[in-house]
């Protein structure tokens, strides 16, 4: 049976990052559009939202897990982040293991916050760390001292969160080993369960993109991401982290399950502006401007800008894309003959282990991570 996720999307950031091109909007910037979206009155429109799926929607299935991403949620009061949760508990309901998370900067949220979000059913946090080089933190224009992490986290566990992450970024221009090693020696300090890290990307349009197009930055090497990927495994491999998907490590149990549905292309809600959903092959997406956005739930209407219905080929080619990012592996059933044929190649190489490809399945070795995206292109031939 296929599972239910919802997907809350928070587009408010105190500032916006250099390097960011997420769906986000500072209080100024909704000020410059014209909108009476702010903090406050989100969330109101958020529960409409919820109320009109759900009106509309005769899926009965219980949510399994929920996210809430942004941007970032804790800049939502948290009162008001469990009240949207128990809007969900009310129109859906929640199994009764439902993990539910939020994102979080670490200078986003005080310990009283943090108590409200455990009582009313929070049951995880992911907080945006980055880095602990105070250098690293600055090209990155992020707002929090490295210090401010670990006390935000120590207030977690106090307050009865099951779950912590961090969230990492590698290969900045200006990091080095060393400071990337030091971050990672303050990752084992601290009582996390999970690790992100995610290599930096300059995505075109944002502030980063513009600094390295003048010069001013440079580029990040691909070489260098790689060498820091390697320093990243052997290191939280220490701490009894495991790999569970590409970017992603945890502790025994400490997998985030909403993550996992989407690698496995389960099925889930998308809420908010720009929030994408599927549901069995159908992939939807609201209109991205919150102004806009606002403008459909006010009006009683659906928030989608379109959809898509993705043919027999293009679901297959989503299967092999995101299962073989899993530890668990993607299934050589899923595959063509040609993919087949690569998958062969890709153990010969060292691309693949060949004793889960001889168990029928297709599971990435540590260079076949490094390679992940051109393998997919391969197999997928």
């Not at 090209?139 to 001292?145: A, S």
């Not at 092959?281 to 401007?289: A, E, F």
Request: hydrophobic content about 40%.
């Amino acid at each position: 049976m296929r599972t239910l996720s919802a997907y809350v999307h928070i587009p408010f950031c105190a500032s916006r990052c250099g390097y960011c091109d997420f769906n986000t909007y500072t209080a100024a910037e909704l000020q410059r559009d014209g909108t009476s979206i702010t903090a406050q009155t989100y969330p109101d429109r958020v529960i409409a939202e919820v109320n009109w799926l759900r009106q509309n929607n005769d899926d009965n299935r219980e949510i399994s897990t929920v996210f809430f991403g942004g941007g970032t949620p804790t800049m939502i009061a948290a009162n008001n982040l469990v009240r949207i949760l128990d809007s969900l508990k009310q129109t859906y309901g929640l199994a009764k293991d439902a993990e539910v998370t939020t994102e979080a900067n670490p200078d986003s949220v005080t310990k009283q916050d943090l108590e409200t979000l455990v009582a009313g059913g929070f049951t995880r946090i992911s907080f945006g760390h980055q880095s602990s080089a105070a250098n690293v933190l600055a090209l990155l224009e992020r707002t929090h001292t490295p210090g401010r992490t670990w006390e935000a986290i120590r207030d977690a566990r106090a307050v009865g969160f099951e779950h912590v992450s961090v969230d990492l970024i590698y290969g900045t221009p200006g990091e080095t080993d060393e400071d990337l090693s030091a971050t990672l020696a303050e990752v084992s300090q601290a009582y996390v369960d999970h690790v992100s890290a995610y290599s930096l990307i300059v995505e075109p349009g944002t502030r980063l993109a513009a600094r390295v197009a003048r010069g001013e930055v440079a580029s990040p090497s691909d070489d260098v991401a790689a060498h820091r990927y390697g320093i990243i495994e052997e290191q939280l491999t220490q701490l009894g982290m495991t790999w569970y998907e590409v970017s992603n490590w945890a502790k025994p149990n400490g997998e985030c399950r909403h993550n996992i549905a989407y690698w496995r292309n389960q099925d889930w809600l998308g809420i908010g502006p720009g929030a994408h959903a599927h549901t069995n092959g159908v992939r939807s997406w609201n209109l991205k401007h919150p102004a806009a956005w606002a403008g459909r739930i006010d009006d009683e209407l659906s928030a989608a800008a379109d959809s898509e219905t993705l043919t027999a080929e293009e679901m297959q080619h989503e299967e092999i894309m995101l299962r073989l990012r899993l530890r668990e592996g993607l299934p050589l059933t899923a595959l063509a003959d040609s993919g087949l044929a690569q998958a062969k190649l890709a153990v010969s190489q060292g691309l693949l282990e060949p004793e889960s490809f001889d168990q029928g399945t297709a599971v990435l070795t540590f260079q076949g991570r490094l390679l992940a995206d051109g393998l997919v292109a391969r197999l997928w031939a």
